[in-house]
Antibody
Framework: EVQLVESGGGLVQPGGSLRLFCEASGFTFSSFSMSWVRQAPGKGLEWVSAISGSGGSTFIADSVKGRFTISRDNSKNTVYLQMNSLRAEDAAVYYC?????????WGQGTLVTVSS | SFELTQPPSVSVSPGQTARITCSGYAMPKKYAYWYQQKSGQAPVMVIYEDSKRPSGIPERFSGSNSGTMATLTIRGAQVEDEADYHCYLTDNNGVFGGGTKLTVL
């Protein structure tokens, strides 16, 4: 059974940093791309970033380019999202998703709050 | 990338057919995907590649794609189908539709 467990969310001040984690199990992690998708309170889904199975290719949304970085450690079955220079508009639930087919499995999400 | 338009809300009575549309694109060969998100929960894929159902998704869920509009159909909608539904198209730079709140009562 595919399981994705996010962690690392929390309260951070504007301009601060957070690192999100997504630990995967139940499938051959290194074989599949992974994505981060966020959802602001009461809003729709917004794709944030994606990374290939090997980690050699990464993709980032324009809204977070230059501030967020995706990476993965296939030995730990974990994908990361490093978030710097956080803004109020980055506040959201952040989900990781497996990408065998687009977003075929999702984690339960981790909440990021940006406030002073 | 295309902006994908979904109706903000759809309401049906139990047992009726619910149809949720996703439009705003005009290129063929874009696959449509649909995700169900119940209140306070993570999204779940219910349709992929226009009309295929993942294992465990009830047969009452179906999908179609005309090339300019994708449609999610729930035949015999049940109270437990009440949720937000989000569409997504391939090769659209990660853009999701705005979501549709389905009410079944």
């Amino acid at each position: 059974e595919v399981q994705l467990v996010e962690s690392g969310g929390g309260l951070v001040q504007p301009g601060g940093s957070l690192r999100l984690f997504c630990e995967a199990s139940g499938f051959t992690f290194s074989s599949f791309s992974m994505s981060w998708v966020r959802q602001a309170p009461g809003k729709g889904l917004e794709w944030v970033s994606a990374i290939s199975g090997s980690g050699g290719s990464t993709f980032i949304a324009d809204s977070v380019k230059g501030r967020f970085t995706i990476s993965r450690d296939n030995s730990k079955n974990t994908v990361y999202l490093q978030m710097n220079s956080l803004r109020a508009e980055d506040a959201a639930v952040y989900y990781c998703a497996k990408m065998e087919i687009p977003f075929d499995h999702w984690g339960q999400g981790t909440l990021v709050t940006v406030s002073s | 990338s295309f902006e994908l338009t979904q109706p903000p809300s759809v309401s049906v009575s139990p047992g009726q057919t619910a149809r949720i549309t996703c439009s705003g694109y005009a290129m063929p060969k874009k696959y449509a995907y649909w995700y169900q998100q119940k209140s306070g929960q993570a999204p779940v894929m219910v349709i992929y590649e226009d009309s295929k159902r993942p294992s465990g998704i009830p047969e009452r869920f179906s999908g179609s794609n005309s090339g300019t509009m994708a449609t999610l159909t729930i035949r015999g909608a049940q109270v437990e189908d009440e949720a937000d539904y989000h569409c997504y198209l391939t090769d659209n730079n990660g853009v999701f539709g705005g979501g549709t709140k389905l009410t079944v009562l």
